[in-house]
């Protein structure tokens, strides 16, 4: 059964920073397209960052240049960097594999991690 596993969420206040972490089991992340969504309490959820097979990164305009989405093949697991984090920012995070050409039609879903930014 494939498992990815968040973590790294909690309460932060707004400016700090937080990482955090999606560990796969029976997948390698490196065959797939490695998303950071997130949805808070009312709202859709919404894309935050993904990162290709080949690398290339994708940013929701409001995360763009504070928020990295990075993976360590080795590990198995996919990073996303929060800095300067806001108040809006606040959601539970989930983390998403698909878009495989090995595994066609599957996507992936983590439990999910709160992120809560303190004004």
């Known amino acids: 059964q494939v498992q990815l596993v968040e973590s790294g969420g909690g309460l932060v206040q707004a400016g700090g920073s937080l990482r955090l972490s999606c560990a796969a089991s029976?997948?390698?992340?490196?065959?797939?397209?490695m998303g950071w969504y997130r949805q808070a309490p009312g709202k859709q959820r919404e894309l935050v960052a993904r990162?290709?097979?080949?690398?290339?990164?994708d940013y929701l305009n409001s995360v763009k240049g504070r928020f990295t989405i990075f993976r360590d093949n080795t590990q198995n697991t996919v990073y996303l960097q929060m800095n300067s984090l806001k108040p809006e920012d606040t959601a539970v995070y989930y983390c998403s594999a698909e878009n495989s050409p090995y595994d066609l039609g599957s996507h992936y879903w983590g439990q999910g991690t709160q992120v809560t930014v303190s004004s």
């Open positions: 990162i290709g097979r080949d690398g290339k990164t």
């Open positions: 029976r997948i390698a992340l490196r065959l797939y397209t």
